[in-house]
């Protein structure tokens, strides 16, 4: 069974440039979650889609990231500007029934500079 | 609010036992569970016990549950250096929230 699947796993962009993150989930997983790992500090959730409405999103940041999971499959998480606090590795995780049994992918760290 | 908490640090020799401690302060959560971080890598789900359970045994790991003073332990045995890595503790409350404690870096040393 494939894993959770994101990209890119490295991106290094200036400050209030933008970025975009891909995530393909465990296939039949109906729950989708991003969340934003600071060095040192545990998971923070950004956003919890289930297929591909949106479940909880209070602590994501709305004036400069947005996220979308078109046709309940894969999902794009976008920073526009990007500020040197979103220095983070970002990681997707996947459930299927919105319990705590989370797959998750290798994350994509973000650098800004 | 809700919140988890965790020792930041632990360092063992190889062969011993390794006991990560968490504390949480939602006594509704349902489930408990630990998750391992290696360097670089996304978490994976080591183990997780039902609330009305007390203890839970897989292999190496043992998980005890005391639900009255909110405290959860994940005991390794045998500790070998693969087992180095950063050990998250969650709780899953009754809204369905994962709550998160920071992490407990475990070095094992030969």
């Known amino acids: 069974e494939a894993g959770v699947a994101q990209s890119p796993r490295y991106k290094i962009i200036e400050k209030r440039q933008s970025v975009a993150f891909w995530c393909n989930p465990i296939?039949?997983?109906?729950?989708l979650y991003w969340y934003q790992q600071i060095l040192g500090q545990g998971p923070k959730l950004l956003i919890q889609f289930q297929n591909n409405g949106v479940v909880d999103d209070s602590q994501l940041p709305k004036d400069r990231f947005s996220a979308e999971r078109l046709k309940g499959v894969d999902s794009t998480l976008k920073i526009q500007p990007a500020k040197l606090e979103d220095s983070a590795v970002y990681l997707c995780?996947?459930?299927?029934?919105?319990?705590?049994?989370?797959?998750f992918g290798e994350g994509s760290r973000l650098t800004v500079l | 609010g809700e919140d988890v908490e965790q020792s930041l640090f632990l360092s063992v020799r190889e062969g011993d036992s390794s006991v990560i401690n968490c504390t949480y302060t939602?006594?509704?959560?349902?489930?408990l569970y630990w998750y391992k971080q290696e360097p670089g890598a996304g978490l994976q789900l080591l183990t997780y016990i039902f609330s009305n359970m007390d203890m839970k045994q897989d292999q190496r790991l043992t998980v005890l549950l005391n639900k009255k003073d909110k405290h959860l332990s994940l005991r390794i045995a045998d500790t070998q250096t693969g087992d180095s890595a950063i050990y998250f503790c969650a709780a899953l409350s009754n809204n369905r929230k994962l709550i998160w404690g920071l992490g407990t870096s475990l070095a094992v040393n030969p």
């Open positions: 995780a996947s459930s299927q029934g919105g319990t705590g049994e989370l797959f």
């Open positions: 939602d006594s509704s959560s349902t489930y």
């Open positions: 296939s039949g997983h109906a729950t």
